[in-house]
């Protein structure tokens, strides 16, 4: 098994959890540790519970993992909600002054800090956040300095006063546990590694900037927001135009107007969004200009849960637009792989002329990883396909515009992309069906054959998107008692899934699915062939990828997880439904999130 | 016996040695005496005299009869049939991306004030260099003639049905929210509107003209106010507008107390000589005051309602780079590694 430790801050919105989370994190990372943190929030600005959870350890951490190693009430509230689903090992750091604990399980070590009289409470209100810190760090055995040092930089724009303040409150909390608190049993390590903490949000815009977008807009959703913000925060340094845009309509025009233009153009929305980019997307496809459209998903339908995560609009993509078009659907398997699945999918659909769509969700947009920036790549190949942009000796014959037909039929479906302004190579794009010089079909009588052969050139472009994108693969023993398979953002807890199982002496393997349009149907009915059970872990209600998965390729697992409460998978979820399905219990397991959050 | 001509005539050209014909578009498929047909016409006209260079003019449309109307004239410049209200954003996007290109925007009333409205009103508060171009008939020419949201209340459709609501007023929308040249004109006002297509080249900014463009299949009838023979009878110029470009020669004065003339970007001159005493189009709370008058008393009033030189525009504005983001190389078009592994390391 991993070694990971965990820690679990809760309180209500507006009391500082994240602050702590920060220098948590900032500390591990500098250790060299990974580190995965999830915040369990709700849409309200001051109140509510918000629990954040990091994990860190020496190996890959890539989810929130099953149990809380230290736990930081910071009101009574959550005290109540966590203290007795601590364990063996575990710790609690409260406020004695304000916070009762409740009952323990055994060998759960209660820790209260006398905090009024540790700290001046009338000068620093957040002094127990800060008491806390350093009594933890104490308790994990990490030098004082880290924390120094942590404390010195988060608050160095409010001046000498605020820091040293700070550090002394924190090096009270430190000496405290020193003398009254039983250190944890295992020391966090410390390697060579230096990672970086990135958001799903922050890797997509980065990976943007990285993919050559210039374009990028917006309107704000939740939990796509982070794209916004990195873009707009870094507009002048990465040279991208940013927009924010009067709504998702307008979003996914402009973003088409601009790619049509010639630059690589982005936008990020939610499922609410993404709905009215709907009739863009199949103007993209219809003038075969190539965009990039993110959804982040949240819990839906409507407007759903913004705060919470699932797979849910796997089928409203699948769905968007109306007619038949060439498109791509990916979905990125853990925060790292946000950044590098942008500048791919930007070469696809500049290839092929068609838009891209990625299906991320809030368990990746707003989750943090710790990634080593060398596994990112920050010069990914651009290849922008067919694309005219200048007359390149082509004759600006004024009577006719060349013999450029910007819609020419071949025989991959791909007509060379000539932006406008290029002399010579004048056209129309209309959202009308056209012939292969742009005019407008309907214009003259609609002509059949036209029409059929600008569908079938169009479509063929799919074989082309098809042997370019790599089929999946499974990973993990060949013959295993159970095949997990997942898409997108489980990947990581399906994983470490599978080795809890394999430690339990069941042993199992794992196909995760990125490219989801399109699919390799075939592959992977080749690959589960000779599996001997399977079963589709998902974050949604009705199996939205086993259905389509059944659709494209006839196949029929063995049984199914799905989660669809808003929080993510734990591991010990899917281990747990995976044992009661191997023994014949059910087919369907909707395990329960014990953490009220 | 016909005389023979001694030589072939050379075509005439303007400034950039173009001859009109090469300004011209598609053969129409519009009904015929349809508004937008003139309107066509005008805008060749007034492209061959300003001496617009074709291949830089983007065209820009939504979904209508009206929105068809760019393959019916300059054929040899870019045409963009979006889907139905979404031209303003397309437009905004390509203009981002290309700053070099000229956007020629045609929009119909339902396209515009109906199913576009969020966009139209978000494209007038951004002053993007654009001339927008609604060609008005009051109705949904392309769905069989359905009221449209410039309808004037009380107008009456052929099969009876008679308007309830009252009509939007994209000029004083525009005016409000910050196009910097408004004005109405009328397809079959030949004159007026060449001489504010002129003008709309020259200006610096966003154009936003409303040009009454009757409709002879589905509302030119008695009843209409959206028909040639309504429009005859009560158009109330505000202005004699005469436009004289920067590369012709000022050969008439005119007198200060008559008429205001307007100095556009390029150094063209725009002359308003005024029908009304007191009207001044270069003051934006009298434009809507007088168009609001005009709705209370009936009046079809035209002219150019509403300019401003200074204002900069959306491209100036946002203080983008000289070179088209379109043509930049790849070596600049994304940020170097140092930039991100900078970024990367304040996220350590
Ligand atoms: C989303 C959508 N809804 C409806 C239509 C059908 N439609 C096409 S044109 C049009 C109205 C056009 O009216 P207007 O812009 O005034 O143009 P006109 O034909 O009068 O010149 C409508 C409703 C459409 N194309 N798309
Ligand atoms: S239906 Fe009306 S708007 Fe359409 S082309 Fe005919 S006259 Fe013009
Ligand atoms: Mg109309």
Redesign the pocket.
Known sequence: MRQTFAIGIGGAAGQGVATPGDIFAKIFSRRGLHLNAYNAYQSIIRGGHTFLTIRAGPEKVTNMGDCIDLLIPLNQDSMNRHLALLSTGAACIYNADTIKPGATGDGVQLCPLPVSKLADITRNKVAQNTLAIGAGLNMMGISFQALENALTEQFKKKGEAVVTENVGIARAGYDHAASKFKPFAWPLPMTENRYAVLSGNIAMAMGGAAAGVKFYCAYPMSPSTGVLHWMAAHARKAGIMVRQVEDEIGVVNMAIGAAHAGVRAMCATSGGGFALMS?GLGMSAMMETPVVVIDCQRAGPSTGVPTKTEQGDLWQMLGAAFGDYPRVIASPLDIGDCFKIIPEMFNLVDRFQCPGMVLCDLLLSEGRLSVDPKDLGFTPVIDRGELITTANGTPSSPATSGDYRRYEITESGISPRAIPGVPGHVHTAATDEHDEDGVLISDEFTNTVKRRAMMEKRMRKVTGIEAAIPPPALWGPRNADVTLIGWGSTSGVIEEACEILSEQGISANQLQIRWLVPLHGEAIVEILKGARHTIIVENNYSGQFARYLRSESSYVPNGYIRKYDGEPFMPHHIVEAVKEQLTGKTTLSVPAHEIMV | MATTPTSTPVPKTNRIGLSIAEYKGGKTTLCAGCG?NAISERIIDAMYEMGVSPERVIKPS????????PAYFMSRSHSFNA???RMPSVATGAMLANRNLIALGV??????????IGQFVHLMRRNLPIIYII?????????KG?F?A?ADLGSKLKTGVINDLPPIDTCVLAIQLGATFVGRSFSGDKRQLHSMLKAAVAHNGTVMLDIV?P?VT?NDHEGSTKSYKYMKDHEEPLQDINFVPVFEEINVEYDPGTTVEVTMHDGSRLRLRKLEEDYDATDKILAVKRLAEGHAKGEVLTGVFYVNTQAPNFIEMLNMTDNPLTTLPESVVRPGREVLEQVMEELR
């Open positions: 009739e | 937008h939504g979904i209508g009869c009206s929105s068809k109307a889907v139905h209200g929009s119909g009333d339902g396209d515009t004030a109906s199913i576009g060609e008005d008939n009051g109705v949904y020419g392309l769905t359905q449209s410039t463009s409709c589905f």
